[in-house]
Each structure stands twice: as structure tokens, then as C-alpha cells.
């Protein structure tokens, strides 16, 4: 790190848990963000201020005017833009020293390729499919995976390592049988919800590159806005789940 560095990141490097080898290890970590809503544009926004070295993002959607709401790294003036090239804008005007790679194209077919270049994975799409898919990418791969999800007042996060013999992946938490795809297009969310569970993703993205605190791993957590009501439940590994039961 250089002179500007430790200047910049010094309210982090102060701190015992980080220190100068703790930001060492984000200034040279990359981070895959699917989606730039509600989520992604929080996480994304608070990554690359904390000083996480390449930001992967992917979205292929464009911004439009409901977005403006809650996915605050987009303004009006970016309607009709695609959400990679807004969010990439302000990411650099935020943190001119990282690597921001913007991907409009990301599919089952590449989604692993781009796994083999990233430390952690933020899950921030808002259907079942995908998510299904990103999950079991992930536990090929050997990727941590922070997942988020948000509708109307609620909220919900977790951290999945089920490639190691005792954590379970998403799918031990949801079959992919049963699921409905509500989401904010049909049922509405309170803007604040996607910045709390946004951020909560980003802090957890980087308690695990630094490997410190609580990182929610076979645990998760329950947000309830309406009530400001916070719960933790654990999540066992399912010994017949199709994706990561042990050989």
C-alpha cells in the first residue's frame, strides 16, 4: 500500500480485526456481484469504498425509473442506461484505484469460468432458478456464497459454504420444488429494506475475505423492518441435499 492507501482505508486499518494484513487482503480480493437492484447497488457501493481490489458486477437489465427508489448507485439521468455501465461509473468516482469489470452476458454456460477468478460470490437476483444455479456453481467451484434477498418489510441473509462437509448450500435451506418467485415488481418493498440487507451482504462479503467476526455460515438471518425484529436460525446441511451431500 502506498501513502494514499493508508490514508484512505486508515478508519479500517485502525481497527485490530482488520489491521494493514486485513486490507491487504481486500485491495487484493475480486468480488462477483449478480445483479445491480436493490442489492447490488448498496453492496457494490460500500465495497469499493472499503478498498476490495477488482468488483465483478453483472446485470443485463437497463435502468428504468421505478428503480430509482431503492437501487441508489443509479440516478435519473442513467434511465435507459445498462445498470453495469451506471453502476461502473459511480464505483470509480467513488474508488478511482479498483477494477471494476462489467458483464452483460452471464449464464450457466460461463458461470463457472468466471467463479475460478472470484474469492466470495454476492448472490443479489431476485428468482429461484437463478439462485439454484448460482448455488450449485458455487459449491462446484468451491466459492463462498452471500445471499440476500428483500420483499415489502422483510429481509433475509446468509452466508453458504456447502462445499465443506459440515455447512449447508442454499438448497439445503429451499427445495427447488415448491418455490413462488414473489418479488419487488408485483409485491413492493420499502426502499431502506434493500439498503439494510445490501450493506449487511457487503459486510458479510468482507468478514470472509478477511476471515473474521461472525460470517452467518450455517445460520440464517431474519429481518423484519415493520417490527425492527431480528432473528438468527440455523441451518442444517441436508445429508440427501442433490448438491452438496458428501460423496
Known amino acids: ?3 494514499q492507501d493508508l490514508l484512505r482505508y486508515s478508519r479500517q486499518i485502525m481497527l485490530p480485526e482488520v489491521g494493514i494484513e486485513g486490507q491487504e487482503a ?9 445483479g445491480m ?9 460500500y465495497l469499493a469504498a472499503a478498498g476490495v481490489g477488482h468488483l465483478i458486477i453483472a446485470d443485463f437489465d437497463r435502468v428504468e425509473l421505478s428503480n430509482l427508489q431503492r437501487q441508489v448507485i443509479h440516478h435519473t439521468s442513467d434511465i435507459n442506461k445498462l445498470k453495469v455501465d451506471s453502476a461502473k461509473e459511480k464505483l470509480l468516482k467513488i474508488n478511482p484505484n479498483i477494477k471494476v469489470t ?3 452476458d452471464l449464464n450457466e454456460n460461463n458461470l463457472a469460468d ?5 474469492d466470495v460470490v454476492l448472490d443479489g437476483t ?3 432458478e437463478t439462485r439454484f444455479k448460482i448455488n450449485e456453481l458455487c459449491v462446484q467451484e468451491r466459492v463462498p456464497l452471500v445471499s440476500a434477498a428483500v420483499i415489502r418489510f ?10 465443506e462437509i459440515d455447512q449447508p448450500c442454499y438448497q439445503c435451506l429451499y427445495s427447488p420444488d415448491g418455490n413462488s418467485d414473489e418479488n419487488c415488481t408485483s409485491n413492493g418493498i420499502l426502499a431502506p429494506v434493500s439498503g439494510m440487507l445490501g450493506t449487511m451482504q457487503a459486510l458479510q462479503a468482507l468478514k470472509v475475505v478477511i476471515n473474521i467476526g461472525e460470517q452467518l455460515t450455517g445460520k440464517l438471518m431474519l429481518v423484519d423492518a415493520l417490527s425492527f425484529d431480528f432473528r438468527t436460525v440455523k441451518v442444517n446441511k441436508d445429508a440427501n441435499c442433490s448438491i452438496c451431500k458428501p460423496n
Open 1 to 3: 500500500m502506498n501513502d
Open 26 to 34: 481486500l485491495l487484493n480480493s475480486t468480488m462477483l456481484l449478480i
Open 37 to 45: 437492484g436493490g442489492l447490488g447497488a448498496p453492496s457494490s457501493m
Open 102 to 104: 462489467t458483464i452483460t
Open 114 to 118: 468466471w467463479l475460478n477468478k472470484v
Open 126 to 128: 431476485d428468482n429461484f
Open 154 to 163: 422483510e429481509g433475509q441473509i446468509s452466508v453458504f459454504k456447502g462445499y
